[in-house]
């Protein structure tokens, strides 16, 4: 699973531009599903046949990460962007960033401002050139670039990287459509984009698949130091089933039906309620005539940070609990 | 064109009655050859045959709908307190003459005196829950003779050509994507093409949701009005795209992250045809072209557009120039089959 994590993470994936990432995971999934498509949005959609063909399940994880998008090259050769998804500014400035082209600058902030005044517009990427000309043979006007890819073991089981959100659950995902059993429902494992800018590819996705359950899996913050909105969610305190996020309340029949799957199998998991920020899970949920939706979390430090640290136990605990639920269903 | 755009222009169209302008555009339509509905919610839906059938489904799209007023309280005096549809900055409102759509009765909307301001209320422009529609009416009952809560005005109608070669109107936002699409139907098409004329882009594009579950179409080209911030004050790194620099391309707005390859092919599509095309370069502002991505099953989305000055005020401003290369772009494209 590791391997598997690095890979996806080091593929350049920023909402609207999944390209890169999505082929690398249709070429892992291509043989070993019964079909394997793309729609027009890009969303990758692989299906698995299941022992109950009148129920279908979907399982969502979101290919895109935040960055940054040029809207300006300036006449001193720098480039003005806007951000794409939740950035962070304070967290992203005086990073390295990436181009699709592997263009390589660093995000930096105008001269003079407080750290208290950092915001979205006072930022612009250094690709070390001193003219507009010089800088438009690199990069052109509508290029995207995230933090560069990094990945960090801090402990036997700590790992820190950029995007983990949302790649470990694709790697997540695409693990668990490998290994598991026959799924109890046909099952639809997609891998969305455009999830950081408003969920946007779980729509059509979840209109084409139309299903009856539906799981999402993604990162919920998991608080380090100081806890300001009193979350509950521990660094490897296991899977964290979600109760509500600021877009969906889960079905509670999916919440109950995790808890005794993780009670019989022995996987460890908390609950998570969290106040601020939404998930694929609503539009999973209100598709079409609507379907018992819920989301597995995967507890995260520094979310939408260059830094995002994760605990291998509760990645181990999310694959379990999936698959427990595609054997097994409701 | 110019004929079509001050036609329709000049008709009185705000979102949720939108009628006039589509049997306008079914009388201009309706000898071309084409198939035509109106769907449930207002929407017209034409579907034009050509030389040649693509296997994708190419859907073209302007908004029929302009922003207004609508009426929500008659006072004792015979003032019409309102309420805006759609995006109105308030400070383009006040002194302003309008038009109701249900009777034709014209109004101004209030605008104090400075003569009658303190010295608190100078420079400053009040809530649009402060201002009121003066029908010219003395009370009450005089007034709800010519108007009723839920009627709507608009700008009143001002069409006319200024400058070197600009259009000054209410409205341009979008009857000239209106006019660009009338005037493709009326062409001899290479490939069968969709076009929807929609209702209700103003506050929130529920026309184009309904067109496209209706429709499914693969691929979307939405024509639309988009700020031109070359105006005082704004710096080049914000303008977004200047007037007479031709057609917009958007790459992201706060709608839509386009489909890349669409984008690539408009602008392979303009440089071969020598067509003038800019970028538009901040993220900002949102069209149709979201709800069809996302509608339904989903779609490939493109946006061209026609940089306009003062949009959402009485007076747009937009150049003819501009607007002939939309509609340049616009029918160049439709010649591909998108394969």
């Known amino acids: 699973m590791i391997n598997l994590i690095k890979k996806y993470q080091s593929s350049f994936s920023v909402s609207g531009f999944e390209e890169s990432l999505s082929s690398v995971i249709v070429s892992d999934l291509a043989n070993k599903m019964d079909l394997v498509e793309t729609d027009a949005m890009g969303n990758v959609i692989a299906f698995k046949k299941g022992k109950d063909s009148s129920k279908k399940l979907m399982i969502a994880a979101h290919m895109d990460e935040i960055g940054f998008i040029v809207t300006n090259i300036e006449e001193n050769g720098m480039l003005r962007v806007a951000p794409i998804g939740g950035i962070n500014p304070v967290a992203s400035c005086y990073h390295e960033v990436k181009f699709k082209d592997g263009t390589t600058g660093i995000l930096v902030v105008e001269d003079g401002t407080k750290l208290s005044e950092v915001s979205n517009t006072k930022l612009f990427v250094d690709v070390g ?72 590819g779980a729509k059509p996705s979840s209109f084409a698949v139309m299903p009856d359950y539906a799981i999402a899996l993604d990162v919920t913050p998991a608080p380090a130091c100081g806890n300001p909105n009193h979350l509950s969610v521990k660094l490897g305190g296991g899977a964290a089933i979600k109760i509500k996020d600021s877009s969906v309340i889960c079905s509670p029949k999916m919440v109950e039906r995790f808890t005794e799957l993780a009670e019989a199998n022995n996987i460890k998991y908390q609950y998570e309620v969290l106040l601020a920020g939404g998930t694929d899970t609503s539009a999973m949920q209100i598709a079409g005539a609507g379907s018992y939706a819920g989301c597995i979390s995967l507890p995260t430090r520094y979310v939408h940070t260059p830094v995002e640290t994760i605990d291998a136990d509760d990645i181990k605990a999310c694959a379990e609990l999936l698959t427990a639920f595609v054997e097994q269903g409701m | 064109m110019k004929d079509l755009l001050k036609k329709y222009c000049d008709i009185l169209g705000p979102s949720g009655m939108e009628d006039s302008v589509r049997e306008a555009i079914i009388e201009d339509i309706k000898s071309s050859g084409c198939e035509y509905e109106t769907d449930f919610v207002g929407n017209l839906i034409v579907f034009k045959k050509g030389k040649k059938r ?96 839920g009627d709507c005005a608009v700008f009143e109608p001002n069409y006319e050509e200024f400058g070197e070669g600009l259009i000054r109107s209410k409205a341009l936002d979008d009857r000239f994507g209106c006019a660009a699409l009338v005037k493709m139907i009326n062409s001899d098409l290479e490939y069968d093409t969709y076009f929807a004329f929609n209702t209700c882009e103003e506050i929130g594009c529920d026309g184009a949701k309904e067109v496209s579950h209706r429709i499914q179409p693969d691929i979307v080209i939405a024509l639309e009005s988009t700020t031109a911030g070359d105006i005082l004050g704004v710096p080049k790194s914000k303008c977004a795209c200047a007037v007479g620099q031709g057609a917009v391309l958007s790459i992201m707005d706060r709608s839509t992250i386009y489909n890349k390859e669409l984008l690539e092919l408009a602008v392979t599509t303009a440089n071969e045809k020598s067509i003038k095309w800019q970028y538009k370069n901040v993220v900002a502002g949102g069209n149709e072209a979201g709800a069809y991505q996302r509608g339904a099953k989903g779609a490939k989305v493109l946006a061209i557009s026609a940089p306009t000055r003062y949009i959402h005020s009485a007076s747009n401003v937009l150049a003819i120039s501009d607007i002939e290369a939309v509609y340049s772009l616009a029918a160049s494209l439709n010649e591909r089959s998108f394969e």
């Open chain 1, 129 to 200: 050139c001193d003219t507009s000309a010089k800088a438009k043979r690199k990069v052109k006007i509508g290029d995207v670039c995230a933090v560069s890819p990094y990945f960090k073991k801090l402990s036997p089981k700590r790992y820190a990287s950029k995007a983990f959100d949302d790649r470990i659950c694709c790697a997540i995902a695409a693990f668990t459509a490998f290994n598991c059993k026959t799924p109890a429902y046909d099952t639809y494992f997609v891998f969305t984009v455009q999830e950081e800018v408003g969920c946007r």
């Open chain 2, 54 to 149: 693509r296997n994708k489904k190419v859907l073209f799209s302007a908004h029929m709908d302009e922003v207004g007023f609508m009426v929500k309280y008659i006072d004792e005096d015979g003032y019409a307190r309102f309420d805006s549809v759609g995006g109105i900055d308030r400070r383009v409102v006040s002194g302003k003459r309008i038009r109701f759509c249900e009777s034709g009765v014209n109004g101004v909307i209030s605008s104090k005196a400075i003569h009658l301001q303190p010295m608190e209320e100078r420079g400053k422009c009040p809530p649009i829950s402060e201002m009121y529609i003066d029908i010219g009416a003395s009370d009450r009952k005089t007034a709800s003779e010519y108007i009723a809560v």
